[in-house]
């Protein structure tokens, strides 16, 4: 071993201007790579962020931009947009203010689905609720159960639902679920082979295949979205996945969360979100369901997507738009605080011109990373008149934008670059005085159990300043 190693040094030490083409070579990969950097178009902050990460580490900075750098990926459009355009006109009798059509033309523009409404919305708070009902309306099911979910996991929890849905495959009711390789990991095939038994489909979204490893934006690009549909009539969104770590019946420590129960026309475009994801992780041709005759309701609704199928941030932008429209508060209600400049902007602005503007986010959440960067933020907020509130008894998970009296925007999205821009999320947009009461309700409820952050907050250099700076410094990367 040691005369190969000789060998080899020897054999390197007698081409002439070794170092010489060693330094080409470094100078050409820095220049070649990032152009292909430059060429994605990101904001100047990530930009530098992952120059100055490539050139600190040769070689293998390829390798990690290789699979986490890109944030877009292609999908079938025409697919999307034939899908999209059998839908019907936007119902009639919505809200006719200015601000009010301006943001759905806006999602609509930016989503390709239209304004809806629903009969019935149901704010499910924590995970007991949330599977207490779900269970309830799968048994019920009678022709199909969808299912799309970033964590589904073989415990309890997911061990429940997984027997509800072979007991409806048994009894002839078409199954499909839909799972995140990445998010739900640890399940196994051994865990679902009776589901597919029972004459379930099972697929998974950008899997972990050693086939499809080279195919590099899948790596980082997720779907995140938590969907169920049954029958085209009940719908559920949220942020609740299928876990125990989200059930307080199991777990003390269980989070904190949100998520929704939908009846009405809103539960066909939501449907048909499921139905585009299963279409793509599939290749297979999309579905056509019958749809059920449409039940125009009070409450108007319109599902919003995003995602890196797409450059217009949808989610991320109807959030920003709906801040500008604000006339009397801005209650924002998210685990992962991490906002761009046009976010902050919009926050301190909203704050600066008099409205109530609130911001809950955990104390600690389950990155702490993400609590340094969010806390980073802190000082320009507090300046500028935002209350920020830190829920501490469990981790906080929810998910949820309310402005004035009659906006509130719901769903799996979190408050930060990597739902603005990397994952697949699903969010419902409702215009509406009862849902917005309802959210308003337990925002406030959440903020008499989170204490205040003080303007004047202590911040020690090495345990508070330090670390939040340097996560601010990687925050364009989370």
């Given at each position: ?174 199954v499909r679920l839909l799972l995140d390789a990445v998010g739900s990991g640890r399940t196994r095939e051994r865990f679902l082979r009776p589901l597919r038994d029972a004459g379930a489909e099972v697929a998974w979204f950008h899997p972990m295949k050693l086939r499809w490893f080279w195919r590099r934006p899948w790596l980082n690009l997720r779907t995140h979205r938590k969907i169920v549909v049954i029958d085209g009539r009940i719908g559920f969104t949220g942020g609740i996945n299928v876990t125990d770590d989200q059930d307080e019946r199991l777990r003390e420590d269980a989070f904190r969360d949100l998520h929704l129960r939908l009846e009405g026309d809103v539960v066909r475009e939501l449907e048909l979100v499921f139905l585009e994801d299963w279409a793509y992780a599939t290749g297979e041709p ?193």
């Open positions: 071993m040691l005369d190969a190693l000789r060998s080899a040094r020897e054999a390197f030490a007698s081409i002439p201007d070794l170092g010489f083409y060693l330094t080409l070579g470094w100078l050409g990969y820095l220049v070649g790579l990032g152009l292909w950097i430059v060429l994605q178009k990101r904001e100047p902050v990530a930009t530098l962020s992952w120059l100055i990460s490539l050139a600190a580490l040769p070689y293998l900075g390829f390798l990690i931009y290789y699979f986490f750098g890109p944030q877009r990926i292609t999908r079938q459009r025409l697919r999307r947009t034939r899908a999209r355009a059998a839908l019907p006109p936007p119902p009639e009798g919505l809200d006719p203010s200015p601000d009010a059509i301006e943001l759905a033309r806006l999602a609509q523009a930016t989503t390709g689905l239209p304004p809806s409404t629903a009969t019935d919305v149901r704010l499910l708070v924590d995970g007991a609720a949330k599977y207490r009902a779900l269970l309830e309306a799968i048994a019920q099911a009678r022709e199909h159960v969808h299912l799309e979910y970033y964590i589904f996991l073989p415990d309890r929890t997911g061990t429940a639902l997984r027997d509800a849905l072979i007991e409806r495959a048994r009894a002839g009711v078409q999309p579905l056509r369901l019958h749809r059920p005759a449409p039940q125009p309701g009070p409450i108007a609704a319109q599902v919003l997507v995003s995602g890196p199928d797409s450059s217009w941030e949808a989610i991320h932008r109807l959030q920003v738009g709906a801040i500008h429209a604000a006339r009397r508060r801005v209650w924002l209600v998210t685990p992962y605080f991490v906002p761009g400049e046009a976010a902050r902007m919009a926050l301190t602005s909203a704050a600066l011109g008099g409205l109530d503007v609130r911001l809950l986010v955990p104390r600690r959440c389950d990155s702490r990373v993400v609590t340094y960067a969010a806390r980073s933020y802190f000082d320009e907020l507090l300046q500028a008149g935002v209350k920020i509130h830190e829920y501490g008894p469990r981790m906080l998970h929810s998910k949820a934008l309310l402005c004035d009296d009659d906006l509130a925007i719901l769903g799996s999205a979190n408050f930060d670059h990597r739902s603005f821009r990397l994952n697949f999320e699903v969010s419902v947009l409702f215009r509406d005085a009862g849902v917005a009461a309802q959210l308003a309700q337990l925002i406030q409820h959440e903020c008499s159990m989170a204490p205040r952050v003080r303007p004047d907050r202590a911040q020690p250099l090495w345990r508070s300043r330090l670390p939040e700076a340097l996560a601010r410094l990687v925050s364009p990367l989370l």
